[in-house]
């Protein structure tokens, strides 16, 4: 990829767990200093969205209660589609890779697994547009891979070691008795290790049917997201992913790139385009997609691709295509 963001998806279900916890959202602005509105977007800034976690874990007492807490609490139905797909996988190893894969699309954090002999260890890091975040950030990642062994197998599994790079506060005890292990702070990496057998332990929650319809949707967007080559490329792959929120506008893509609107508009130029078309082009493609998709109809589709009614978007389509969507759609099945 020829472009960074320091720009972060803020998990849908996280406001709602830290509800639960008795912290409100106001509490947490107040504690970093921030306005409101500046931390409770659909996407934050990374050094808002790392200013989050350290006053959560501030107004929660103690790291480890942090931790805890929100692992324990975080309602599985709320996850993102990438995280969502790896709780109705095969078994926890299914699991785990899907995870380790599926990240890539939800930064600002990274993951590795390795197995061998007995042991699985997954190793945390950061994706490389974003610089180390806090040890809550590292802990709550690691839970979570722990809270989806438990309710994947209805097993409550513990881990063979945890390893923190960071202190992790006064209450460590607390987090041994969560992983079930003792807790080595100081250490190189930041790294859950399980025991092996524990990977072929089947979920009760394996649904085929709902992977084989969010595995396209994911590789697709994994595929779009590690082909990004150009400006005008990663301009249309921004650009799709605001489009359900709205009509995109430049600046918002310019600042998600990281430089100003002017720039980007001459980058767009020398390459012989332009945003207005781009925007075109993206709501073409993404119509197509999602028209392929029997599940949705087309008012549903108009909405996705950023129309905020029907007849716009059936105007567009027809520009596109010369014909409507719902003849498209039947066509395509001969």
């Not at 993404?286 to 028209?291: E, K, M, R, T």
């Not at 996705?304 to 716009?312: A, F, K, R």
Request: charged share 25%; net charge neutral; proline share 4%.
């Amino acid at each position: 990829m020829t472009f960074t963001s320091d720009r972060v998806k803020v998990p849908l279900g996280l406001w709602g767990s830290i509800r639960q916890m008795g912290i409100q959202p106001g509490d947490i602005a107040r504690q970093t200093g921030l306005q409101l509105d500046e931390i409770t977007g659909a996407e934050v800034s990374a050094s808002h969205y790392f200013a989050i976690w350290r006053a959560f874990a501030e107004l929660a007492g103690s790291t480890a209660q942090a931790i805890i807490g929100l692992a324990t609490a975080f309602e599985t139905a709320k996850y993102p589609p990438s995280v969502l797909a790896t709780y109705h996988a095969r078994d926890f190893r299914d699991a785990l890779n899907r995870m380790t894969k599926y990240k890539q699309l939800c930064p600002p954090e990274s993951l590795t697994i390795h197995e061998e002999g007995d042991i699985c260890r997954i190793e945390l890091g950061w994706q490389q547009t974003f610089k180390s975040g806090p040890p809550v950030l590292a802990g709550i990642t690691l839970a979570c891979l722990m809270e989806l062994g438990r309710r994947g197998t209805g097993r409550h599994l513990t881990a063979k070691s945890v390893e923190f790079t960071e202190d992790m506060g006064d209450d460590v005890e607390a987090l041994e008795a969560y992983f079930g292990c003792r807790i080595r702070t100081g250490a190189p990496y930041n790294r859950l290790t399980l025991r092996r057998s524990d990977l072929d332990l089947p979920f009760l929650s394996y649904n085929e049917e709902l992977l084989e319809i969010l595995t396209p949707v994911l590789e697709d967007a994994l595929d779009q997201r590690n082909t990004v080559r150009t400006i005008s490329n990663a301009v249309k792959y921004i650009i799709k992913g605001m489009l359900s929120s709205g009509r995109p506008e430049m600046r918002a893509v310019a600042k998600e790139l990281g430089m100003s609107e002017r720039t980007l508009q001459r980058r767009l130029v020398r390459e012989a385009t332009s945003f207005k078309v781009l925007l075109s082009q993206s709501r073409h493609e993404q119509a197509l997609h999602y028209l392929a998709n029997d599940m949705l109809d087309i008012k549903e589709v108009a909405f996705l691709v950023g129309y905020e009614d029907q007849n716009s978007f059936y105007r567009a389509f027809r520009g596109w295509e010369g014909v409507t969507p719902a003849y498209w759609r039947v066509s395509q099945e001969h």
